[in-house]
């Protein structure tokens, strides 16, 4: 019986181990082939530049942080009170609320 306890031990633990190393060969490959792809289109002429809305992004980022961690920090507060266990729900209620900030600060500078 005991034999069977440490073989579940070793296969549990081998689990995440081999989650990790697939993961960071998917990964690689993705950005193996998209170096690939984005040379082959320089080479051809072809690329364009993508373009990133920083704004949209920071404001989506910023409530989804906020919101989970505002909820993950009242939980943790009800679940095991004023403990260092708290931080996980306090940093991204702080993450959050500072990609909101940037948002409201560069959104007020845009406006003429």
């Known amino acids: ?5 440490t073989v579940a031990q070793i ?4 689990i995440p181990i081999v989650g990790i190393v697939m993961g960071s060969v998917v990964v ?3 950005l193996l082939w998209s ?3 984005r040379t082959l289109l320089i080479k051809a002429g072809q690329y364009k530049h993508p373009v990133f809305d920083l704004l949209a992004f920071s404001l989506l980022a910023g409530l989804l942080l906020a919101a989970v961690g505002l909820a993950l920090t009242i939980f943790l507060v009800l679940a095991i009170g004023l403990n260092f266990g ?3 729900g ?6 959050g609320t500072g990609l909101l900030a940037y948002y409201g600060i560069k959104r007020c500078d845009r406006s003429p």
Do not use: D
Request: positive net charge.
């Open 1 to 5: 019986m005991e034999q069977q306890a």
């Open 11 to 14: 296969i549990v633990s081998i």
């Open 28 to 30: 690689f490959f993705y």
């Open 35 to 37: 170096h690939k792809r």
């Open 86 to 88: 708290l931080l996980g």
């Open 90 to 95: 306090i940093i991204p209620l702080a993450t």
